[in-house]
């Protein structure tokens, strides 16, 4: 499965970091490709590409803030999740997103 997330928290510092990381190494041991996009206080980074959105299975927004160009996922299913939950449980995060696709 491909994945790809989108992670961001009001002071686009700490969590938004951290759930990058909790959600990357959760989708590798499950067995999924991800890559996560972050948008922090510097701004974007790690921009998730059109073709990269298009050959998603599925997009996750681990976000406490509004995610910035949102509307490049609009036909993608999308799971919303507060950062926090991604940071303290991304596997159980993930698998909840796949139910979205593998109804």
């Known amino acids: 499965m491909k994945i790809v997330a989108v992670t961001a928290c009001p002071t686009g510092i700490a969590h938004t970091y951290m759930a990058a990381e909790a959600l990357e190494s959760a989708a590798k041991k499950l067995g999924h490709k991800i890559k996560v996009e972050t948008q922090g206080s510097i701004g974007i980074e790690n921009k998730i590409t059109q073709k990269e959105v298009d050959e998603a299975d599925l ?31 991304a596997k159980a995060v993930i698998e909840e997103a796949l139910k979205l696709v593998n109804k």
């Open 59 to 89: 997009v996750i927004f681990a976000a406490d803030v509004a995610v910035k160009e949102e509307s490049r996922f609009k036909d993608k299913p999308i799971y919303k999740v507060e950062a926090q939950k991604a940071i303290k449980n």
